[in-house]
């Protein structure tokens, strides 16, 4: 009975696969056969799965990003024992058949009339091929579409045998076996013969032996179970299944006998396999130093999916992108960042990014921090990109600089005129509930000073007063102008990224707005270490603003360039208003202003821009400067689940929820900006910061 019922099935799938050729040609038939035309015309082209490389400014690799691990290879770059080996254990008629082999399907049905085995044989290399191809490249190989692909129904047997049978009709048979071989599981996230012959034998496929192709060619009936590293004794018995198998298929010759002692030779033979397999590393923490370019690759990442290359088609498509990153920036600030701030230390981050100035194009040239790139926590590593993302604290009085460069702007004042500096400032425009907003100075200062010299002194009141007269709205929009635009308009005033239905809005920089808040001069709120260096950036390229870019360049899989969708630059505020604002910023490291120690144990002796900030709490500090060459900004904050006050010592440490004798930016921040561009500086020739309009002196 079973004989019967796989004849009848038989039949079916010799009537449906001829229905649309000798059938009524109806509407329904045309359409399969369309469908079927459109499919096999895909396999022909087989665009498959292939990985992503991420190189850094020199051309070298730093990430390496998939979905599958495929290095696909043509026909002649693959050995003839390997064909043979395949052809042997999957399909010993392949260049017997045109696609379905119908002698394969009678004898399957007569051992399963016979004994009940299961249908063996049916199925061919082609079919196989569809069925692979369908799973893993049109499918991604998801479990879903792998148990569309597989599944035991007659509909599916008889759309992939139809398949097979046009795929014979447009391809030559070597076509198929290499497109077979390219794209079939191997276990271990690779596919393909390519990656499959480097992975467990740390070879290329024109160079496999007897028994390393018939191992792989054993591999693809049941990658996950055959796999040498899970199960050593079933892999050789399946290998040694395959060398059978091809010394039956004449593999090694028409001498019987001496096929069999080859054929033994090859089955005595050791497994082979590579002791640590040469699987390529996947992801921002896998390839060389992924723990320290970790958080670049991650901002990378992000960055692109905004530009228009969304990770799915990254992880699939082959690009090569090539990214600004400077290793020996990135390497230099990973060590700054660490020697003032252990990654082990108990709830302290230390996170440096550094931002080459331009006209055209903000490149990032590193993003590191004190802890590695990771999930393990315990081990001193983050996942998520400390130095890029917007943290949830502040960088105190850095955001001064907002409030000076908007009053420059409005011609409130001048880098060398007067501000009033009183000890302590009860606001009339600002309000701490039904009572004007107080505020103090942390230290002793003149009641006038210049511009210049509260932007390297940091007074508190002073800036207040000249928020005041600026406009809080309009220092707001210069923050978000000068480069905190995600940290201004994307997140509120937690930190949390805002959603599309605002439910969790406004952003933070309209809630400054609706409270009126006169704080916001003192930089309490969420902030991004990136864009503070990009502002500073933005400083020194005379108010030009340019989105901080990672992506030199990016091509596809024929080395064609993909066009991303940058945002372009834009003058932030006019030149002379930016050169002034630079001036402004000049005193801060030198004796007398907050980083002035810092600046001189560095021994740091180049014209440059600089501000220090500290919150109230002191749960973080920062540092923001450049020079014509790089700027950078570092911040320092409490990045454990229970925030505490950051003391200085050797190293820093946690010490309470409020602390008067916290640390300053002048102490950590700021050596680590210095000590990182010391060394970046050291070729660079001397360059002074731009002259002054005197309207704004």
Not at 509 to 533: H, W
Request: hydrophobic residues 40%.
């Amino acid at each position: 009975m079973k004989l019967v019922g796989l004849c009848l099935m038989a039949g079916v799938l010799v009537a449906a696969l001829l229905f649309p050729v000798v059938g009524g040609l109806g509407l329904a038939s045309n359409r399969a056969a369309d469908t079927v035309d459109q499919t096999s015309g895909e396999l022909t082209k087989a665009e498959l799965p292939l990985v992503s490389t991420v190189l850094d400014m020199n051309g070298q690799p730093i990430a390496y990003l998939y979905d599958q691990y495929r290095v696909p290879v043509a026909s002649e770059q693959i050995s003839d024992t390997m064909k043979a080996a395949i052809i042997a254990i999957e399909d010993k008629r392949f260049f017997e058949h045109k696609g379905v082999d119908w002698q394969g399907i009678a004898r399957a049905a007569a051992k399963a009339g016979v004994d009940g085995g299961a249908s063996q044989g049916a199925s061919t290399l082609t079919q196989q091929y569809v069925k692979n191809y369908l799973a893993f490249v049109v499918g991604k190989g998801t479990e879903d579409a792998y148990e569309k692909a597989t599944e035991v129904s007659l509909g599916r047997k008889i759309s992939e045998a139809r398949i097979a049978t046009q795929l014979e009709q447009k391809m030559t048979k070597d076509e198929i076996l290499t497109a077979y071989l390219n794209v079939v599981p191997f276990g271990n996230q690779t596919y393909g013969v390519g990656a499959a012959a480097r992975a467990y034998f740390d070879t290329t496929p024109d160079k496999l032996t007897v028994p390393q192709a018939a191992m792989l060619a054993g591999l693809v009936n049941e990658p996950s179970r055959l796999n040498p590293g899970a199960d050593v004794d079933a892999a050789i018995k399946r290998r040694n299944t395959v060398i059978e198998k091809m010394r039956e298929n004449g593999a090694f010759g028409s001498d019987a006998k001496v096929a069999e002692e080859k054929a033994n030779e090859y089955k005595a033979a050791d497994i082979g396999v590579v002791p640590d397999l040469k699987l390529l590393p996947n992801g921002c923490v896998g390839a060389g130093d992924g723990p320290i370019y970790g958080f670049f690759c991650r901002y990378l990442i992000d960055y692109l999916d905004r530009a228009g290359l969304p990770l799915d088609e990254i992880l699939r498509g082959g690009y090569t992108i090539t990214t600004t990153m400077d290793p020996v920036a990135t390497r230099e600030a990973k060590n700054a960042a660490q020697n003032q701030v252990p990654k082990n230390q108990p709830g302290i981050a230390n996170a440096m990014a550094v931002v080459e100035p331009g006209q055209d194009k903000h490149r990032v040239r590193a993003l590191a921090a004190n802890r590695d790139f990771g999930n393990n926590a315990e081990a001193g590593q983050s996942a998520y990109s400390i130095p890029a993302e917007v943290t949830r604290f502040g960088a105190g009085s850095i955001y001064k600089v907002f409030t000076a460069a908007s009053a420059l702007e409005r011609g409130v004042t001048g880098i060398d005129r007067q501000i009033d500096v009183p000890k302590t400032y009860t606001s009339p425009v600002y309000k701490d509930g039904n009572r004007g907003y107080t505020v103090k100075n942390a230290g002793d200062y003149p009641e006038k000073m210049t511009l210049t010299s509260a932007l390297a002194q940091s007074p508190n009141t002073g800036f207040v007063i000249l928020q005041e007269k600026a406009g809080l709205n309009n220092v707001v929009d210069m923050a978000y102008r000068l480069g905190l635009r995600e940290s201004m308009q994307g997140v509120n005033t937690e930190g949390l990224p805002l959603k599309a239905d605002g439910s969790n809005g406004p952003s933070q920089g309209d809630q400054y707005k609706q409270d009126n808040s006169g704080s916001f001069t003192l930089g309490a709120g969420p902030t991004s270490v990136l864009e503070l260096a990009n502002v500073s950036a933005t400083i020194v390229s005379s108010g030009k603003w340019c989105p901080p870019t990672p992506v030199e360049k990016v091509v596809d899989r024929n080395g064609q360039p993909v066009q991303l969708k940058e945002t372009p630059c834009d003058q932030a505020v006019a030149p002379e208003v930016a050169n002034a604002l630079a001036n402004g910023m000049s005193a801060d490291t030198k004796p007398g202003g907050t980083a002035g120690a810092a600046a001189g144990a560095a021994g740091w002796n180049r014209p440059m821009i600089g501000k220090t900030g500290t919150t109230e709490h002191h749960m973080s500090v920062a540092f923001m400067g450049a020079t014509p060459f790089y700027a950078g900004a570092v911040m320092t904050f409490a990045d454990g689940a229970t925030p505490e006050a950051i003391c200085p010592g050797n190293p820093p440490y946690l010490c309470g929820r409020t602390n008067n004798n916290g640390v300053y930016g002048g102490q950590v921040a700021a050596p680590t900006w210095f000590n990182a561009m010391r060394v970046l500086h050291q070729d660079k020739p001397p360059a002074n910061l731009p002259g002054v309009d005197p309207r704004y002196r």
